[in-house]
């Protein structure tokens, strides 16, 4: 299994990094789009919709996509920039407030509206910070998502190695407290490599304890998408939200960690960019 996941990961990572610095944009928009309908088809299915609501809303987010882009395409920066602003603080809210709240409680959320709404909420803004990194600086993009990935191969083998301590056994038996602390020694060698290996000067290195800081608040996050998609999977009773990828389950099993992270991440971005 451990070979299959790395060999799964490898290829992804090569297509991925193919994509991202020499997709021309509107490829890019469009690879994007087709991520968030995946996920849409395996959010619908773990959310226990019907064929007919599962279809509806598959469309609508097609719909919803096309007028994100539509809307930037004949509207000024600053205008699509307030709007995409909006867009992330429904995501701020769902990560911040509402998900803490679910896991804490327990909650099984069934209504279908309840459930297609926080499947908005988590791809749409994940798709659009996918787009807004990347038009930002496509490393900007890959910074945050380098981090994320280091943090879960660290939680992994650290979880493996010295794991003990469930964290959170009734949402998700296979992650420890150790993973965890693995992850937050994994991003804090990541973040002075990746200082140094961008050239960036020496007094950039003073800022080290904050971004670490920063960094951790990113893990925490990431720990939270990744709770969180497991609680939902273990009220929808399966293991993995779909068999897209070999050895890795659905497209949702690989973005959960990023569904808590891009968004907030590109909110930061457009925030400076506006100022």
């Known amino acids: 299994m451990l070979r299959q996941r790395v060999i799964t990961a490898i290829i992804l990572l090569a297509l991925f990094l193919s994509a991202l610095f020499f997709l021309p944009t509107p490829g890019w928009m469009v690879l994007i789009t087709v991520m968030v309908m995946q996920g849409t088809a395996e959010w619908a ?14 469309w609508l987010t097609l719909a919803v996509m096309a007028g994100i882009m539509w809307f930037d395409a004949s509207h000024t920066f600053t205008q699509h920039a307030i709007m995409h602003l909006l867009i992330y603080a429904a995501s701020a809210l769902l990560w911040l407030v509402v998900a803490p709240a679910w896991l804490k409680l327990g909650w099984q959320v069934r209504q279908p509206s309840l459930m297609m709404l926080t499947g908005w909420a988590l791809l749409v803004p994940t798709g659009l910070a996918m787009m807004d990194l990347r038009a930002a600086n496509p490393w900007w993009l890959l910074g945050v998502m380098g981090l994320v990935w280091v943090a879960d191969i660290a939680a992994y083998f650290t979880g493996r190695k010295f794991g003990r301590t469930k964290l959170a056994p009734s949402i998700s038996p296979g992650k420890t407290r150790e993973g965890v602390i693995g992850a937050l020694l994994g991003v804090a060698i990541y973040v002075p490599l990746v200082i140094w290996f961008s050239g960036l000067d020496v007094a950039t290195y003073r800022m080290l304890p904050g971004l670490t800081l920063i960094a951790w608040v990113w893990v925490v996050l990431a720990v939270l998408g990744d709770l969180f998609e497991s609680a939902v999977k273990r009220q929808a009773g399966v293991k993995d939200s779909g068999a897209l990828l070999p050895g890795h389950g659905g497209l949702l099993d690989r973005i959960d960690a990023l569904t808590s992270t891009l968004p907030l991440a590109a909110m930061v971005v457009l925030f400076q960019k506006l100022a």
């Open 45 to 58: 299915r773990l959310a226990k919709l019907s064929g007919k609501v599962a279809n509806g809303y598959w």
